[in-house]
Protein backbone atom coordinates (compact mmCIF):
# COMPACT_ATOMS: atom_id res chain seq x y z
CA UNK A 1 0.00 0.00 0.00
CA UNK A 2 2.26 2.91 1.25
CA UNK A 3 5.66 1.44 0.70
CA UNK A 4 5.41 3.05 -2.60
CA UNK A 5 8.79 4.87 -2.07
CA UNK A 6 11.94 2.83 -1.12
CA UNK A 7 14.04 5.36 -0.84
CA UNK A 8 17.58 5.11 -0.07
CA UNK A 9 19.38 7.96 2.62
CA UNK A 10 22.33 8.69 0.22
CA UNK A 11 25.54 6.67 1.47
CA UNK A 12 28.13 8.13 3.04
CA UNK A 13 31.24 8.38 1.17
CA UNK A 14 34.81 7.27 2.49
CA UNK A 15 36.13 10.74 2.51
CA UNK A 16 33.13 11.63 5.34
CA UNK A 17 34.05 8.56 7.58
CA UNK A 18 37.51 9.82 7.18
CA UNK A 19 36.57 13.22 8.31
CA UNK A 20 34.68 11.41 10.92
CA UNK A 21 37.94 9.73 12.20
CA UNK A 22 39.65 13.23 11.89
CA UNK A 23 37.62 15.27 13.80
CA UNK A 24 38.17 12.61 16.48
CA UNK A 25 41.49 13.08 16.83
CA UNK A 26 42.60 16.23 19.22
CA UNK A 27 44.74 18.89 18.00
CA UNK A 28 48.56 17.46 18.70
CA UNK A 29 47.67 14.19 16.76
CA UNK A 30 46.53 16.30 13.75
CA UNK A 31 50.13 18.22 13.68
CA UNK A 32 51.75 14.72 13.54
CA UNK A 33 49.33 13.56 11.10
CA UNK A 34 50.34 16.55 9.18
CA UNK A 35 54.19 16.35 10.56
CA UNK A 36 54.61 12.70 9.08
CA UNK A 37 52.77 13.39 5.56
CA UNK A 38 55.47 15.98 5.15
CA UNK A 39 58.08 14.04 6.09
CA UNK A 40 58.14 10.81 4.05
CA UNK A 41 56.70 13.20 0.94
CA UNK A 42 59.94 15.10 0.93
CA UNK A 43 61.89 11.97 1.18
CA UNK A 44 60.63 10.63 -1.55
CA UNK A 45 61.16 13.77 -3.76
CA UNK A 46 64.25 14.00 -2.63
CA UNK A 47 65.21 10.14 -3.50
CA UNK A 48 63.11 10.74 -7.17
CA UNK A 49 65.41 13.56 -7.43
CA UNK A 50 68.59 11.95 -7.29
CA UNK A 51 70.30 11.47 -10.83
CA UNK A 52 71.47 8.10 -12.16
CA UNK A 53 75.26 9.29 -11.03
CA UNK A 54 74.34 9.94 -7.46
CA UNK A 55 72.06 6.99 -7.40
CA UNK A 56 74.54 4.64 -4.97
CA UNK A 57 74.96 7.52 -2.91
CA UNK A 58 71.56 8.35 -2.77
CA UNK A 59 70.14 5.07 -1.80
CA UNK A 60 72.08 5.02 1.21
CA UNK A 61 71.20 8.67 1.90
CA UNK A 62 67.45 7.55 1.33
CA UNK A 63 67.98 4.68 3.67
CA UNK A 64 68.07 6.54 6.75
CA UNK A 65 65.05 9.00 6.45
CA UNK A 66 63.27 5.84 4.99
CA UNK A 67 64.39 3.60 7.96
CA UNK A 68 63.31 6.49 10.03
CA UNK A 69 60.15 7.00 8.57
CA UNK A 70 59.09 3.53 8.75
CA UNK A 71 59.51 3.36 12.66
CA UNK A 72 57.56 7.00 12.71
CA UNK A 73 54.96 5.71 10.99
CA UNK A 74 54.87 2.44 13.15
CA UNK A 75 54.90 4.44 16.32
CA UNK A 76 52.73 7.03 14.74
CA UNK A 77 49.79 3.71 14.08
CA UNK A 78 50.03 2.71 17.51
CA UNK A 79 49.62 6.41 18.82
CA UNK A 80 46.75 6.78 16.21
CA UNK A 81 44.74 3.51 17.20
CA UNK A 82 44.87 4.14 21.24
CA UNK A 83 44.04 8.21 20.83
CA UNK A 84 40.91 6.46 18.22
CA UNK A 85 39.74 4.24 20.38
CA UNK A 86 39.99 5.96 23.68
CA UNK A 87 38.13 9.01 22.34
CA UNK A 88 35.56 6.80 20.52
CA UNK A 89 35.11 5.62 23.95
CA UNK A 90 34.89 9.18 25.18
CA UNK A 91 37.30 8.87 27.93
CA UNK A 92 38.87 11.47 26.42
CA UNK A 93 36.69 13.81 28.31
CA UNK A 94 34.55 13.50 30.84
CA UNK A 95 35.00 14.91 34.87
CA UNK A 96 35.64 11.13 36.79
CA UNK A 97 37.63 9.23 34.10
CA UNK A 98 40.18 8.54 36.78
CA UNK A 99 38.00 5.06 37.95
CA UNK A 100 37.82 3.19 35.09
CA UNK A 101 40.24 4.15 32.62
CA UNK A 102 41.95 1.46 30.81
CA UNK A 103 38.47 -0.34 30.84
CA UNK A 104 37.35 -1.78 27.71
CA UNK A 105 40.11 -1.75 26.20
CA UNK A 106 39.50 -4.70 24.26
CA UNK A 107 36.86 -2.82 22.20
CA UNK A 108 37.41 -3.68 18.40
CA UNK A 109 37.61 -0.21 16.57
CA UNK A 110 35.51 -1.93 13.76
CA UNK A 111 32.90 -1.60 16.10
CA UNK A 112 32.92 1.89 16.22
CA UNK A 113 32.90 2.83 12.72
CA UNK A 114 31.10 5.34 11.55
CA UNK A 115 27.00 5.41 10.71
CA UNK A 116 27.42 4.22 7.64
CA UNK A 117 25.19 0.63 7.04
CA UNK A 118 22.55 0.31 4.79
CA UNK A 119 19.50 2.21 5.58
CA UNK A 120 16.25 2.22 3.57
CA UNK A 121 13.42 4.06 4.00
CA UNK A 122 10.23 2.44 3.57
CA UNK A 123 7.46 5.15 4.20
CA UNK A 124 7.31 7.71 6.22
CA UNK A 125 4.65 10.33 7.02
CA UNK A 126 4.93 13.23 9.03
CA UNK A 127 1.01 13.92 9.64
CA UNK A 128 -0.26 14.10 12.92
CA UNK A 129 -3.45 12.40 12.00
CA UNK A 130 -5.10 11.86 15.48
CA UNK A 131 -7.60 14.13 16.75
CA UNK A 132 -7.72 13.80 20.42
CA UNK A 133 -4.76 12.79 22.90
CA UNK A 134 -5.90 12.39 26.50
CA UNK A 135 -8.60 14.56 26.55
CA UNK A 136 -7.40 17.00 24.78
CA UNK A 137 -7.11 18.24 20.87
CA UNK A 138 -4.34 17.69 19.06
CA UNK A 139 -4.13 21.38 18.75
CA UNK A 140 -3.00 22.31 22.22
CA UNK A 141 -0.18 20.05 22.11
CA UNK A 142 1.53 22.34 19.44
CA UNK A 143 4.17 23.67 21.80
CA UNK A 144 5.31 21.07 23.08
CA UNK A 145 9.27 19.54 22.02
CA UNK A 146 8.57 16.22 19.81
CA UNK A 147 10.34 13.11 21.32
CA UNK A 148 11.58 10.78 18.62
CA UNK A 149 10.86 7.29 20.00
CA UNK A 150 13.36 4.72 18.61
CA UNK A 151 12.34 1.45 17.83
CA UNK A 152 14.26 -1.18 17.18
CA UNK A 153 12.06 -4.37 15.45
CA UNK A 154 13.25 -7.90 14.70
CA UNK A 155 11.38 -10.56 12.52
CA UNK A 156 9.56 -12.56 14.78
CA UNK A 157 6.05 -14.41 16.12
CA UNK A 158 5.63 -11.60 18.47
CA UNK A 159 6.53 -8.92 15.86
CA UNK A 160 3.31 -7.50 14.70
CA UNK A 161 1.30 -8.37 18.33
CA UNK A 162 4.47 -6.09 20.14
CA UNK A 163 4.21 -3.25 17.66
CA UNK A 164 0.56 -3.20 17.59
CA UNK A 165 0.76 -3.26 21.60
CA UNK A 166 3.29 -0.52 21.81
CA UNK A 167 1.45 1.88 18.91
CA UNK A 168 -1.99 1.96 21.46
CA UNK A 169 0.49 3.19 24.20
CA UNK A 170 1.85 6.00 21.91
CA UNK A 171 -1.26 6.90 20.38
CA UNK A 172 -2.02 8.71 23.79
CA UNK A 173 1.63 10.78 23.68
CA UNK A 174 1.21 14.26 21.62
CA UNK A 175 4.26 15.77 19.71
CA UNK A 176 5.82 11.92 18.86
CA UNK A 177 7.47 11.01 15.55
CA UNK A 178 8.03 7.14 16.16
CA UNK A 179 11.23 5.53 14.27
CA UNK A 180 10.74 1.87 13.62
CA UNK A 181 14.04 0.02 12.49
CA UNK A 182 13.35 -3.08 10.85
CA UNK A 183 16.10 -5.95 11.11
CA UNK A 184 16.12 -7.35 7.94
CA UNK A 185 16.76 -6.77 4.25
CA UNK A 186 13.63 -6.05 2.65
CA UNK A 187 10.66 -3.37 3.71
CA UNK A 188 7.44 -4.91 5.25
CA UNK A 189 4.54 -3.53 3.87
CA UNK A 190 2.19 -5.17 6.71
CA UNK A 191 4.29 -3.12 9.05
CA UNK A 192 3.68 -0.02 6.38
CA UNK A 193 -0.03 -0.45 6.53
CA UNK A 194 -0.32 -0.93 10.53
CA UNK A 195 2.26 2.26 10.92
CA UNK A 196 0.06 4.55 8.48
CA UNK A 197 -3.36 3.30 10.14
CA UNK A 198 -2.23 5.13 13.51
CA UNK A 199 -1.98 8.13 12.31
CA UNK A 200 0.99 9.11 14.39
CA UNK A 201 3.89 10.41 12.53
CA UNK A 202 6.07 7.53 12.02
CA UNK A 203 9.20 6.43 9.70
CA UNK A 204 9.54 3.01 9.04
CA UNK A 205 12.93 2.01 7.90
CA UNK A 206 14.71 -1.32 6.96
CA UNK A 207 18.73 -1.44 8.83
CA UNK A 208 20.04 -4.98 8.63
CA UNK A 209 22.39 -6.41 11.06
CA UNK A 210 25.57 -6.15 9.19
CA UNK A 211 26.23 -9.93 8.26
CA UNK A 212 29.28 -10.19 10.17
CA UNK A 213 27.41 -9.64 13.71
CA UNK A 214 24.79 -12.21 12.89
CA UNK A 215 26.56 -15.47 13.64
CA UNK A 216 28.25 -13.47 16.53
CA UNK A 217 27.04 -14.63 19.72
CA UNK A 218 25.75 -12.63 21.47
CA UNK A 219 24.96 -10.72 18.57
CA UNK A 220 24.73 -7.16 18.78
CA UNK A 221 21.11 -6.71 18.63
CA UNK A 222 19.12 -3.39 17.27
CA UNK A 223 21.90 -1.80 17.35
CA UNK A 224 22.10 -1.61 13.78
CA UNK A 225 18.64 -0.21 14.11
CA UNK A 226 19.33 2.36 16.37
CA UNK A 227 22.54 3.53 14.73
CA UNK A 228 20.12 4.33 11.63
CA UNK A 229 17.86 5.82 13.58
CA UNK A 230 21.21 8.15 15.04
CA UNK A 231 21.87 8.50 11.41
CA UNK A 232 18.21 9.87 10.25
CA UNK A 233 18.19 12.18 13.42
CA UNK A 234 21.38 14.02 11.90
CA UNK A 235 20.62 13.71 8.36
CA UNK A 236 17.43 15.39 9.41
CA UNK A 237 19.90 18.13 11.33
CA UNK A 238 17.28 18.23 14.24
CA UNK A 239 18.38 20.20 17.25
CA UNK A 240 15.41 20.56 18.80
CA UNK A 241 13.14 17.63 20.65
CA UNK A 242 14.54 14.34 22.37
CA UNK A 243 15.44 10.70 22.13
CA UNK A 244 14.47 7.95 23.65
CA UNK A 245 15.19 4.75 22.66
CA UNK A 246 11.86 2.15 23.03
CA UNK A 247 11.94 -1.37 22.82
CA UNK A 248 8.61 -2.89 21.33
CA UNK A 249 8.15 -5.41 24.41
CA UNK A 250 8.50 -2.79 26.92
CA UNK A 251 5.51 -1.63 28.85
CA UNK A 252 5.32 2.31 29.14
CA UNK A 253 3.43 4.46 31.87
CA UNK A 254 2.17 7.11 30.08
CA UNK A 255 3.83 9.77 32.86
CA UNK A 256 7.49 8.81 31.41
CA UNK A 257 6.55 10.88 28.48
CA UNK A 258 5.86 13.89 30.26
CA UNK A 259 9.02 13.70 32.38
CA UNK A 260 11.49 12.77 29.73
CA UNK A 261 9.81 15.67 27.29
CA UNK A 262 11.95 18.20 29.83
CA UNK A 263 15.51 16.79 28.89
CA UNK A 264 17.65 19.34 29.24
CA UNK A 265 20.61 17.04 28.85
CA UNK A 266 20.29 13.58 29.50
CA UNK A 267 17.31 12.47 32.30
CA UNK A 268 17.55 9.05 33.77
CA UNK A 269 14.83 7.25 35.26
CA UNK A 270 14.71 3.67 36.98
CA UNK A 271 13.54 0.86 34.82
CA UNK A 272 11.72 -2.46 35.64
CA UNK A 273 12.16 -5.95 35.80
CA UNK A 274 15.85 -5.66 34.75
CA UNK A 275 17.99 -8.88 35.75
CA UNK A 276 18.39 -9.91 39.49
CA UNK A 277 17.01 -6.82 41.07
CA UNK A 278 13.99 -6.71 38.80
CA UNK A 279 15.14 -3.02 38.84
CA UNK A 280 17.90 -0.88 37.18
CA UNK A 281 18.43 2.66 37.75
CA UNK A 282 20.50 5.69 39.23
CA UNK A 283 20.88 6.32 43.07
CA UNK A 284 19.89 9.89 44.08
CA UNK A 285 20.53 12.07 46.69
CA UNK A 286 19.26 15.32 47.60
CA UNK A 287 17.68 15.44 43.81
CA UNK A 288 21.48 14.36 41.97
CA UNK A 289 22.25 11.06 40.98
CA UNK A 290 25.19 9.73 42.61
CA UNK A 291 25.45 6.40 41.43
CA UNK A 292 23.65 3.50 39.85
CA UNK A 293 21.95 0.55 41.38
CA UNK A 294 22.40 -2.65 38.56
CA UNK A 295 23.12 -6.16 39.00
CA UNK A 296 25.28 -6.19 35.67
CA UNK A 297 28.15 -3.67 36.56
CA UNK A 298 31.47 -4.97 34.21
CA UNK A 299 33.11 -1.64 33.91
CA UNK A 300 30.50 0.09 32.58
CA UNK A 301 30.44 3.87 33.93
CA UNK A 302 26.46 4.18 33.07
CA UNK A 303 25.40 0.70 33.89
CA UNK A 304 21.48 1.91 32.97
CA UNK A 305 19.54 -0.37 30.53
CA UNK A 306 18.48 1.21 27.19
CA UNK A 307 14.79 2.15 28.05
CA UNK A 308 16.14 4.20 31.15
CA UNK A 309 17.55 7.62 29.78
CA UNK A 310 16.80 10.18 27.13
CA UNK A 311 18.59 12.65 25.34
CA UNK A 312 18.08 16.23 24.66
CA UNK A 313 18.44 16.81 20.73
CA UNK A 314 20.30 20.20 21.48
CA UNK A 315 22.96 18.61 23.40
CA UNK A 316 23.66 15.45 21.02
CA UNK A 317 24.04 18.20 18.58
CA UNK A 318 27.56 19.38 20.02
CA UNK A 319 28.93 15.43 19.65
CA UNK A 320 29.09 15.19 16.02
CA UNK A 321 30.64 11.62 16.66
CA UNK A 322 27.43 10.65 18.98
CA UNK A 323 27.46 6.80 18.22
CA UNK A 324 26.47 3.58 19.24
CA UNK A 325 28.80 0.28 19.09
CA UNK A 326 28.43 -3.27 18.22
CA UNK A 327 29.51 -4.57 21.32
CA UNK A 328 26.81 -6.45 23.30
CA UNK A 329 26.07 -5.19 26.94
CA UNK A 330 27.82 -2.30 26.21
CA UNK A 331 25.41 0.26 24.09
CA UNK A 332 24.23 2.35 26.00
CA UNK A 333 27.57 3.00 28.45
CA UNK A 334 29.57 3.74 25.29
CA UNK A 335 26.63 5.78 23.38
CA UNK A 336 26.34 7.65 26.57
CA UNK A 337 30.08 8.07 26.76
CA UNK A 338 30.06 8.93 23.23
CA UNK A 339 28.04 12.37 24.14
CA UNK A 340 30.19 13.10 27.10
CA UNK A 341 27.94 13.65 29.66
CA UNK A 342 28.38 13.79 33.46
CA UNK A 343 27.13 12.65 36.43
CA UNK A 344 26.75 15.83 37.78
CA UNK A 345 24.71 16.77 34.93
CA UNK A 346 21.91 13.93 34.56
CA UNK A 347 18.66 14.90 35.81
CA UNK A 348 17.08 12.40 37.61
CA UNK A 349 13.10 11.76 36.77
CA UNK A 350 10.17 9.81 38.32
CA UNK A 351 9.76 11.45 40.98
CA UNK A 352 14.05 11.86 41.93
CA UNK A 353 13.87 7.79 40.88
CA UNK A 354 11.57 6.68 43.05
CA UNK A 355 8.78 5.53 40.67
CA UNK A 356 8.96 3.31 37.66
CA UNK A 357 7.44 4.18 34.83
CA UNK A 358 8.67 1.81 32.35
CA UNK A 359 9.04 -2.09 32.51
CA UNK A 360 10.94 -4.67 30.58
CA UNK A 361 8.50 -6.74 29.91
CA UNK A 362 9.84 -9.42 27.33
CA UNK A 363 7.98 -11.64 25.60
CA UNK A 364 9.20 -15.07 25.42
CA UNK A 365 9.79 -16.05 22.07
CA UNK A 366 8.84 -19.23 20.25
CA UNK A 367 8.96 -20.91 17.35
CA UNK A 368 6.74 -20.34 14.44
CA UNK A 369 2.90 -21.68 14.14
CA UNK A 370 3.00 -24.61 11.59
CA UNK A 371 -0.63 -25.57 10.02
CA UNK A 372 -1.12 -27.62 8.11
CA UNK A 373 -3.73 -28.03 5.07
CA UNK A 374 -4.16 -28.30 1.83
CA UNK A 375 -3.89 -25.39 -0.41
CA UNK A 376 -6.90 -26.38 -2.34
CA UNK A 377 -8.45 -25.21 0.64
CA UNK A 378 -7.01 -21.69 0.89
CA UNK A 379 -9.59 -20.14 -1.35
CA UNK A 380 -12.62 -17.74 -1.19
CA UNK A 381 -14.66 -20.72 0.36
CA UNK A 382 -13.72 -19.74 4.37
CA UNK A 383 -11.58 -17.54 6.00
CA UNK A 384 -8.85 -20.24 6.87
CA UNK A 385 -6.82 -18.65 3.63
CA UNK A 386 -6.92 -14.94 4.35
CA UNK A 387 -6.28 -15.75 8.16
CA UNK A 388 -3.47 -17.95 7.55
CA UNK A 389 -1.90 -15.96 4.64
CA UNK A 390 -1.97 -12.56 6.94
CA UNK A 391 -0.19 -15.16 9.73
CA UNK A 392 2.69 -15.83 6.88
CA UNK A 393 2.52 -11.94 6.16
CA UNK A 394 3.42 -11.05 10.09
CA UNK A 395 5.62 -13.93 10.83
CA UNK A 396 3.54 -15.98 12.95
CA UNK A 397 2.94 -18.99 11.49
CA UNK A 398 3.45 -21.16 7.87
CA UNK A 399 1.05 -22.83 6.10
CA UNK A 400 2.37 -25.97 4.76
CA UNK A 401 0.88 -29.34 3.13
CA UNK A 402 3.28 -31.66 4.55
CA UNK A 403 5.02 -30.94 7.53
CA UNK A 404 3.84 -31.65 10.95
CA UNK A 405 0.16 -33.08 11.63
CA UNK A 406 -2.94 -31.95 9.54
CA UNK A 407 -4.50 -29.20 11.92
CA UNK A 408 -7.43 -29.83 13.67
CA UNK A 409 -10.70 -28.56 12.79
CA UNK A 410 -13.18 -29.75 15.07
CA UNK A 411 -16.96 -29.44 15.30
CA UNK A 412 -19.48 -30.46 18.17
CA UNK A 413 -16.26 -31.43 19.95
CA UNK A 414 -15.29 -33.65 17.28
CA UNK A 415 -11.79 -33.64 14.30
CA UNK A 416 -13.33 -33.35 11.33
CA UNK A 417 -12.01 -34.18 7.77
CA UNK A 418 -11.33 -30.82 6.01
CA UNK A 419 -13.07 -32.00 3.47
CA UNK A 420 -16.68 -32.35 5.32
CA UNK A 421 -15.66 -28.74 6.67
CA UNK A 422 -13.87 -26.80 3.42
CA UNK A 423 -15.19 -28.60 0.29
C1 LIG B 1 14.13 15.86 44.31
O1 LIG B 1 14.88 16.08 45.45
C2 LIG B 1 15.30 17.43 45.64
C3 LIG B 1 16.22 17.49 46.81
O2 LIG B 1 15.71 16.78 47.90
C4 LIG B 1 14.06 18.31 45.82
O3 LIG B 1 14.46 19.65 45.97
C5 LIG B 1 13.19 18.16 44.61
O4 LIG B 1 12.00 18.89 44.76
C6 LIG B 1 12.86 16.71 44.34
N1 LIG B 1 12.19 16.60 43.07
C7 LIG B 1 11.04 15.98 42.94
C8 LIG B 1 10.44 15.98 41.57
O5 LIG B 1 10.48 15.44 43.86
Redesign the pocket.
Known amino acids: MSSAHYQALEPQTSDEDNEDIEQRRPKQQQHHHYHLRNHSGSTTTACSLATPVMARKGRRRCLLPLVGGVLFFIAFCYLTLSVDTRLALGLGGGSDDSDDEGSHNDLDRNNFRPLNETVHICSESYEDRRQFMQDKPNSEYGQLPVIYFVTPTYPRREQIPELTRLAHTLLHVPRLHWLVADDQQKCNDFIDTLLNRFGIPFTHMVSPMPAKFRFADPAPRGVANRRAALRWLRQHNLTNGVLYFGDDDNTYDLRLFSEIRKTQRVSMFPVGLIADYAISGPV?R??KVVAFLDSWVAGRRWPVDMAGFAVSLEYMAQYPNVNMPYKPGYEEDLFLRSINVRMDEIE?RG??CTEVLVWHTQTKSKKLGVVRLESKYLDDRSNLGALLRNLELMGVATITESESRTAQISKNGKAKPHSVILS
Do not use: D, M
Request: proline share 17%; hydrophobic share 15%; net charge positive.
Open positions: VKGPNN
